[in-house]
């Protein structure tokens, strides 16, 4: 039992050893610089001071230019604990900041799974259709999302519909090609058997096909919120307004690189809880054979 325990705390502690160590060397990296004074003579010091520098001054120690672990846990405190605030439109809580970001991710994502996984299940049964839209498919799916942004600026003429289209293209792509692949490798004995028993094609879909696809359809949408919330963060900082990629490149504007750095961590966790999510729900619809 302490054996089964300690197993299960291993990674975890490891985890939080390896986290100790980056921060360690995050601040030796970062500690305060001497440079030795300069040995000058009585007529050099005397000009020096006189050109408005003081050797003794330049030879005190100097802090880093890039944020140590304590300016970052600073930053950490006062970014949670006002994370909603909104003095304006260039100055918002990282909390509202997250939600616009969210709102658009999700919009995208949602009009995407509502065409790709229907269209999946129609190109999936249907070797014809799955010819006649495979070429297509594969044209458009390598182009980048971002090179769709100018088109949708010129054509929608507001940045962040823009931005929640740009969402949509990135994300069908996966959504699509796992769910024609789930519906197609689903065995052909159950679809046998439910021909035998004569069931209507929509009861089959729903109870035979679904199911037995369902793994692979939600790895699909898995791969596609992870993309999706990839390049959120850049079309934001294209568009501007408002989200977490427009956040970001508002303060290396301000030359606040610990909001920066802040800014990268939320976006890791949200993105993390993202695909933890999927995961569980994942992991939750596959079952052994």
Known sequence: MKASYFNRLKAPLLSALLLAILIGAWHLATLPTRSAAPQLTAAQLE??????????????????????????????????????????????GIGIQLAYS??????????????????????????????MLDPFIQ?????????WMPIALYTIKDASMSGIFVIFICS???????????????????????????????????????????????????????????????????????????????????LSLTNVIFAILMIGLIGMTLDMAFAKAQKAVTYAD
């Open 47 to 92: 000009y020096a001071r006189l050109m408005g520098k003081d050797p003794a001054q330049e030879a005190q120690p100097k802090k880093s230019a890039f944020p140590t672990p304590a300016d970052m846990g600073r930053t950490i405190v006062l970014q949670l604990s006002h994370p909603f605030y909104d003095n304006g439109p260039n100055d918002k």
């Open 102 to 131: 969210l709102l658009r991710v999700g919009l995208g994502f949602g009009l995407a799974a509502l065409i790709a996984i229907p269209l999946g299940f129609i190109i999936g049964m249907s070797p014809l259709v799955y010819r």
């Open 139 to 147: 044209l458009l799916k390598p182009i980048s999302p971002l090179a």
């Open 172 to 254: 069908i792509w996966p959504m699509l090609i796992n769910t024609a692949f789930g519906v197609a490798g689903v065995r052909r004995e159950w679809i046998n058997v439910a021909r035998t028993l004569e069931v209507r094609p929509l009861r089959k879909a729903f109870q035979v096909i679904l199911p037995a696809a369902a793994p692979t359809i939600l790895t699909g949408m898995r791969i596609s919120m992870g993309i999706a919330w990839l390049v959120i963060v850049a079309a934001e900082m294209l568009v501007g307004g408002t989200g977490i990629g427009y956040f970001v490149w508002n303060e290396w504007n301000n």
